[in-house]
């Protein structure tokens, strides 16, 4: 079974159909799903070649048009790459069902009883750049917390994304699950008209550039969840240990610049600056990562120099950014003005630092003596993630499929009515939980 020809058929018809395959989905067993999932896992790896074929060419493509390279980073899809991806998905599945959990059962009155139960969203919008694994993690979150999913794919990753689908709709045809649960859009112009549907869809995933970002947010009725920047901090206290600092560093920097929880800027305490940056860019330089740095870092080591605007800048490359603090408050400011709520960590022996840094620094996600590059749904053992979201109310972080269910409120009596329960004589609730 192929992925359904889209490109005659109404962008709300397509919704519609995706609504009511959901509406099934979302009243499916956990067995059900799973195996769905699993049949989505076999269709990936029985059509591996065609998919990393697909991408050669879109990489092929993209280095034509001269994409910029942490983008281009994103799109390619090696073998390894691909099996892990494909292992994200099994992972999802051995996931506990996040649909039908009773978070709140309680006795109003005698035989009248109150329950809080998760249910699924209903349809997920999710617009991204490039990463085609990103489809994938999305798709097998989507079935196990029972959503359908729009999905639209950059440009530059349109080979990719088809074969994905086409993929993934082959193996949902041979379980309970329809394969209209999961659609793929193709064109830029369907984004506008797809942030209209608030009918039809019940929250917009968006994961690019801050202006897209923005510009998703401005355009809908619908929820929005996401973040626009990883501008993302390593903060090095005094009391640190230098080769924990280091190692920490250069992990948090080069591990995989592209992404991001990536670090883009360096604040290091003036006391331990002399001895610790001169290590600090000897082991960076080893990985060729440009150093731009405050009149005070300079003076240590050679290097260009930094501007305000760096550190508001996602570099998403190989360039980092250094500013030499007198205190642990100086670097919490700099974070809270510069930083984009992300991913800010602290290297420090210091207990009581590290708390203050934990508790003062606002972001959703705040690590102390590990890299920021574990900000991530399948390190935190979510199996994968739709995206990272910035914003106060929670969900926030890294979002799996705690963040992909809602709740209802469910009350049974037995011919119980409101006026028992007010006036003069009025009848008290018990309010016990069970």
């Not at 008209?193 to 009918?199: F, G, I, V």
């Not at 570099?315 to 603090?325: H, Q, W």
């Not at 935190?380 to 993630?385: D, H, I, L, S, T």
Request: glycine letters at 6%; one cysteine or more; hydrophobic letters at 40%.
């Amino acid at each position: 079974m192929t992925a359904t020809p889209l490109a005659s058929i109404p962008l709300s018809a397509i919704a519609q159909k995706t609504r009511q395959a959901s509406q099934k989905l979302a009243v499916l067993s956990t067995k059900a799903k799973n195996e769905a999932i699993e049949a989505i896992a076999q269709a990936l790896e029985a059509a591996a070649p065609e998919i990393l074929a697909a991408n050669a060419a879109d990489c092929q493509a993209a280095e034509a048009d001269k994409i910029p390279k942490p983008l281009y980073n994103r799109l390619k899809l090696n073998e390894t790459k691909l099996k892990g991806a494909i292992q994200g998905v099994r992972d999802v599945g051995n996931l506990g069902d996040p649909v039908g959990n009773v978070q709140i059962h309680r006795e109003l009155d005698q035989g009248l009883i109150l329950k809080r139960v998760t249910c699924s969203l209903g349809v997920l919008g999710v617009i991204f750049e490039a990463r085609p694994d990103a489809l994938i993690q999305i798709t097998s979150l989507a079935i196990k917390s029972g959503n359908g999913v729009i999905l639209k794919g950059g440009k530059e990753a349109i080979r990719s994304c088809e074969t994905l689908v086409k993929a993934i709709h082959k193996g949902l045809s041979t379980t309970a699950v329809d394969p209209a649960t999961v659609q793929l859009l193709t064109t830029r112009e369907e984004i506008k008209e797809l942030l209209q549907l608030d009918n039809y869809v019940d929250l917009i995933i968006p994961r690019g550039s801050n202006a897209f970002v923005r510009f998703v947010q401005e355009n809908t009725r619908i929820p929005v969840l996401g973040h626009a920047d990883g501008i993302c901090h390593l903060y090095i206290d005094a009391a640190a240990d230098l080769e924990k600092a280091v190692t920490i560093t250069v992990d948090a920097k080069t591990q995989y610049p592209a992404v991001c929880n990536a670090i883009e800027t360096l604040l290091v305490h003036s006391t331990i600056a002399p001895r610790f940056l001169p290590l600090a860019a000897e082991a960076l330089k080893k990985r060729n990562v440009e150093l731009r740095g405050d009149e005070a870092s300079r003076e240590i080591i050679p290097i260009s120099v930094a501007t305000d605007e760096d550190w508001s800048t996602e570099y998403s490359d190989l360039i980092l950014s250094i500013k030499v603090v007198d205190s642990v408050e100086e670097a919490i400011n700099h974070i809270n003005t510069y930083g984009s709520r992300h991913t800010d960590a602290i290297v420090t022996e210091d207990q009581e630092v590290a708390d203050s840094f934990g508790n003062q620094v606002d972001a959703a996600n705040v690590f102390h003596n590990c890299s920021t590059r574990f900000a991530d749904g399948f390190r935190y053992g979510f199996g994968a993630e739709v995206g990272i979201s910035t914003q106060q109310m929670p969900p926030r972080g890294p979002v799996g499929l705690e963040g992909l269910v809602t709740y209802k409120y469910k009350v049974t009596g037995n011919g119980h009515i409101a006026a028992t329960y007010v006036g003069e004589n009025a009848k008290p609730f018990t309010h016990r939980d069970i």
